[in-house]
């Protein structure tokens, strides 16, 4: 199971990677797409929504079950991954990669302190 140590965590298997403008990048973890099994679906959230930090902003539908996914920061979606809404199974391929969800700006709260490094979430799954 593949946990870069280059973004933060959160415990609903979130991941957030600090973008170089500040904005804030999300997608699910390695760990997640493993136990969703084969993702079929998945439905974004509009750009411009406000979201606080642990609300629900989309759902991913699997063989095996839908599931919500969470902000793991506060602020705008400011960019949503269209690539996933034709290629959703980009989410099992390539998690940390293509497979991310949308691109939050946290205005001024943008610290992802509260959030798991690697060891910590690594620590988590097992």
Do not use: C
């Amino acid at each position: 199971m593949q946990i870069p140590e280059d973004r933060k965590y959160a415990e609903n298997h979130e991941w957030a990677l600090l973008l170089d403008d500040g904005t804030v990048r999300v997608g699910i973890t390695d760990y997640a797409q493993d136990a969703l099994g084969d993702i079929v679906f998945v439905d974004l959230p509009e750009i411009g929504r406000q979201l606080d930090a642990g609300e629900s902003f989309g759902e991913v539908e699997s063989t095996k079950s839908v599931s919500d996914v969470y902000a793991p920061v506060a602020g705008s979606i400011t960019t949503r991954n269209e690539a996933l809404v034709e290629s959703p199974e980009l989410i099992n391929s390539d998690p940390y990669g293509d497979g991310w969800f949308v691109v939050i700006d946290p205005g001024d709260s943008g610290s992802l302190d509260h959030l798991m490094d690697a060891a910590e979430y690594t620590a988590h799954t097992e």
